[in-house]
């Protein structure tokens, strides 16, 4: 097991925090999660990490509302800093909306997904972003997600 | 001939007046005494011969002085209105025919014409102006007798009455011409004159609108105002003005008309009566209203616009109020689908069977709910985007719709046929939610007995296309008609067929975007037939 692989999650449910840890653990990669409550929470950890020039995670995945700092607006600074811009972003939504859809795109996320509804969906997205941090897993694309949305 | 004097011939009086004037003329044309005396002779002789026979008569003096004779004459002229005169002819005309060198009796259909003359010698002498001279020294002269006077006077008297008379004539044609009402009147609002537009225009004389005090011709609920005004402002002694409707007696309708009223002062400044007028001035009422309704209803079209503007507003509101609402409901509806499926999976075993049934159940309520909420948000989206009119082809659309219902076409073992389409303006996406939804339902709501078949169509009428969805299932009963396109309304129970009962009026919705309108027909247990009407230009 690659225990260099960090996925830095944020949400500020804390329910869906615990289900995303409880599904890593269920897919036996308790260690690969790192959870936070908000934006804010995801660049205090990236300028930490940055600065005690640790290691970055693979791969940052948004809730998109939170408080404070929301998840477009998250993106938004991750993509403007030069130290950032290339850790690739997934926007992880409790709803399906398309113009939030078109404004992520636009701001530069690789995907866009709809959390799950199920206990096997979870363990799935959370197996599929660990799977991408190793090359094994792509997302689809925006533009194939929007056409699948009309 | 040149006219120096006349006379009038009616007394005996006045033929002393020929005989004086005569000799007069003759003196200052240089006669001899005795010139003079026949000359005046012969003048009164005819003078005398028409005041005892003839009519109206008169006598000119004056001189004959023609440049290409060299002969010039005195002349005295009788003219006489009695036409049979000449019977009466007898020696004292033949007496005065010797006496002048001159000497003719002309008749004509007026009456008669005797014209005397006297040679002038000497004539060379008489210039035009001295001819002048002689006339002005007539009308000057001094009154030879009162009788003399007297009638001179009644002449002038005569003269100013005749053009005082023309020019009241002359006055009263122009003002009687014009189309509009010149009145005087006195303080009590009495008409003392009025031209004859007034009774063109009223139908009423001036004494009959001082009788009925202008009742018929002012509107019943401006007469009381109009006469309070009058007596305001005669108290003031100023001229004034005010727009008042008269009636038209010809066409019974009520006109504007300014009308303009001025004091008439004596020399102490008492008011003796009033003049004025009365103009129509209807056109120019009517543009003024014209305007103003113009500007009222630019204004009520303002007042409309943004009326649009805030229902709109409130419109859009509303729909993201929906959205947002529904959005936030999919969170929590989330979680219980997640623990009850995690509750399911892992806990399963360890309740009973009235548990397992209960968790069952709450999973597919949930469901439901999801189902409901997922519609929802599509509803309120129908207006979400900024849309775009798109040339399609509609049998691309209802392939596509086909596509995605094909489980449910395979299950139910549906056939449906689609003939050929036309290519129209639509919003893509709308259109073919509505094909998916119409679509799913025909196959959705199918007879136990035959397996559902699907026929869409179109058919142009005038300028409108008509898409069809005509199938063989259930129907509908026809009074629902109208409940069938409202937002959660369905006809049957959730056991026998499900559904959130959003579809039809998402269809309806979708119609509505198209300027268009959808309806449908059916006999319980007849299959039903949808009916999709656009304008062929949307």
């Given at each position: 097991m690659d225990n260099t692989v960090k996925i830095l999650l944020a949400d500020d449910d804390v329910e869906d925090r615990f289900i995303m840890q409880d599904a890593f653990n269920a897919i036996n990669l308790p260690e690969v999660p790192l959870l936070v409550e908000d934006g804010e929470k995801v660049l205090e950890y990236l300028s930490e990490t940055h600065r005690n020039a640790g290691v970055l995670p693979s791969l940052v995945v948004l809730d998109l509302n939170m408080p404070r700092l929301s998840g477009t607006q998250t993106l938004r600074e991750l993509k403007s800093r030069d130290a950032y811009k290339d850790i690739p972003v997934i926007i992880f939504s409790s709803s399906l909306n398309v113009i939030e859809m078109h404004e992520c795109k636009q701001l530069g996320a690789l995907s866009y997904m709809v959390k799950p509804f199920t206990y096997e969906e979870y363990l799935l997205s959370a197996q599929h972003f660990y799977d991408f941090c190793l090359n094994k897993h792509s997302f689809p694309e925006f533009n194939s997600l929007i056409n699948n949305f009309k | 001939m040149q006219e120096i004097t006349r006379i009038t011939l009616e007394?005996?009086?006045?033929l002393v007046l020929v005989h004086k004037r005569t000799m007069k003329l003759g003196e200052l044309a240089g006669l001899s005494l005795a010139s003079q005396t026949t000359f005046a002779t012969a003048a009164s002789e005819v003078a005398r011969h028409v005041i005892e026979y003839g009519y109206n008569a008169v006598l000119i003096l004056g001189i004959r002085a023609d440049i290409k004779d060299p002969e010039k004459f005195l002349m005295a002229r009788v003219l006489d209105?009695?036409?049979?005169?000449?019977?009466?002819?007898?020696?004292s005309m033949v007496y005065a025919k010797k006496l002048v060198d001159r000497f003719s009796l002309e008749q004509t259909d007026k009456g008669i014409e005797i014209t005397l003359g006297f040679k002038i010698p000497?004539?060379?002498?008489?210039?035009s102006s001295r001819i002048e001279q002689w006339i002005s020294s007539f009308s000057v002269?001094?009154?030879?007798?009162p009788y003399d006077e007297i009638k001179r006077k009644n002449r002038l008297l005569q003269e100013l009455a005749e053009k005082l008379t023309n020019s009241e004539t002359q006055y009263r044609e122009v003002t009687n011409a014009l189309p509009l009402i010149i009145f005087s009147i006195n303080e009590e609002g009495e008409l003392l004159y009025a031209n004859s537009w007034l009774k063109a225009f009223t139908g009423f004389e001036a004494h009959e609108l001082n009788e009925n005090k202008w009742k018929p011709v002012i509107r019943e609920e401006e007469f009381a105002f109009a006469w309070e005004f009058w007596w305001q402002h005669v108290a003031e002694k100023t001229p004034f003005k005010r727009e008042l409707e008269l009636k038209n007696d010809s066409t019974g309708e009520f006109i504007w008309h300014l009308i303009s009223v001025t004091p008439v002062t004596d020399e102490i400044g008492e008011v003796l009566y009033w003049t004025g007028s009365m103009v129509d001035i209807h056109a120019q009422k009517v543009m003024e209203q014209t305007m103003r309704d113009n500007k009222e209803l630019k204004e009520m079209k303002l007042l409309l616009e943004e009326k649009v503007g805030e229902l709109n507003r409130s419109n859009q509101e509303l729909e993201q109020f929906a959205y947002a609402a529904s959005h936030d409901l999919q969170e929590p509806l989330r979680k219980i689908a997640y623990y009850s499926d995690y509750l399911n999976k892992?806990?399963?075993?360890?309740?009973d069977e009235r548990g397992k049934l209960y968790l069952g159940n709450m999973m597919s309520a949930n469901q439901r709910m999801t189902q409901l909420i997922h519609d929802l948000l599509n509803f309120s989206r129908i207006y979400r985007e900024n849309l775009h009119l798109v040339k399609t082809d509609l049998n691309i659309l209802a392939t596509e719709a086909m596509n995605d219902l094909d489980l449910a076409i395979k299950a139910k073992h549906a056939q449906i046929e689609v003939s050929q389409l036309p290519v129209i303006s639509v919003y893509p996406m709308q259109m073919r939610q509505l094909f998916q939804n119409l679509i799913s339902n025909a196959v959705k709501f199918s007879d136990d007995q035959r397996a559902p078949s699907v026929k869409v169509y179109a058919e142009t009428i005038g300028n409108v296309v008509q898409l069809i969805f005509e199938d063989n299932g259930v129907g509908f009963e026809e009074k629902y008609l109208d409940k069938?396109?409202?937002?959660?309304?369905?006809?049957?129970s959730r056991e026998k067929y499900a559904g959130t009962g959003i579809g039809l009026a998402m269809c309806k919705k979708i119609a509505d975007l198209h300027n268009g309108t959808i309806t449908a027909s059916s006999q319980p247990g007849n299959g039903a037939k949808f009916i999709l009407t656009l304008p062929s230009v949307a």
């Open positions: - | 007394t005996d009086m006045d209105h009695n036409i049979n005169l000449t019977e009466k002819i007898h020696e000497g004539a060379h002498k008489i210039i002269e001094q009154p030879i007798s892992h806990y399963a075993e360890l309740i069938m396109f409202s937002l959660f309304q369905r006809l049957h």
